[in-house]
């Protein structure tokens, strides 16, 4: 069975400063890997998948990730945080059905 | 392009009734999803159709949740009837047919808020 991980329940950073967080998966075979972001009271938002090729690779709003095959990770980044960035944040792998993490809330102070 | 339509947006309801959500899932996209996601948790897959079949339902508490997708379109999903612990989200998406055995990015709509009192 797939799964996805998400160590933090919350991570925090100020403005202006670069952000990180951390998803880990287990899934048989080539990982097709997804990062979402969810304001409140909406729907999911796709912000950039890994599906083979270069190991980093880069989305909407200015994020990017990063996937490490030997660390079976896929963590989400961005050089330099805006308040606007804050929300919830999910991991999901694929390969015949796609499976979601619990979670990460950003919360970006001024 | 139009994005994936859910209605209604909110439901409440009493135990023990039932509740039908919709969805219409951008067009062009054989796959589509129905996620139940509780206050706190990430989104949990109820059914997976390809197409108007099912791809994967191991999670759809099947005696009393059903849904269907007629001509391989639209998607109502069905509680009947319904429990305390069904107040939820639940969300739709769709996304283009599998690439090599597995599923593309996914498209959600703005998911029915369902409170069962």
């Known amino acids: 069975a797939q799964s996805v991980a998400q160590p933090e329940d919350q991570v925090n950073v100020a403005e202006g400063n670069p952000l990180t967080v951390k998803c880990t998966y287990s899934v048989s075979g080539n990982p097709y890997l997804f990062w979402y972001v969810q304001y409140p009271n909406r729907g999911l938002q796709f912000l950039l998948k890994y599906i083979t090729g270069d190991n980093l690779v880069k989305g909407s709003y200015g994020f990017e990730a990063e996937f490490n095959k030997s660390q079976t990770s896929f963590h989400l980044k961005k050089p330099s945080a805006l308040v606007s960035d804050s929300a919830l944040y999910f991991c999901?792998?694929?390969?015949?059905?796609?499976?979601f993490g619990k979670g990460t809330m950003l919360l970006v102070s001024p | 392009e139009a994005g994936v339509a859910q209605s209604p947006r909110y439901k409440i309801i009493e135990k023990r009734q039932s509740v039908a959500f919709w969805c219409n899932p951008i067009?062009?996209?054989?796959?589509l999803y129905w996620y139940q996601q509780i206050l706190g948790q990430g989104p949990k897959l109820l059914i997976q159709?390809?197409?108007?079949?099912?791809?994967?339902d191991s999670q759809l508490p099947k005696d009393r949740f059903s849904a269907e997708r007629l001509k391989g379109v639209d998607s109502t999903l069905k509680i009947q009837p319904a429990k305390l612990e069904d107040s939820a989200v639940y969300l739709c998406a769709s996304s283009l047919s599998t690439v090599r055995g597995a599923t593309t990015e996914a498209f959600f709509g703005q998911g029915t808020r369902l409170t069962v009192v």
């Open positions: 067009s062009g996209h054989a796959t």
């Open positions: 159709f390809q197409n108007n079949g099912v791809v994967d």
């Open positions: 999901a792998v694929s390969r015949r059905t796609l499976t």
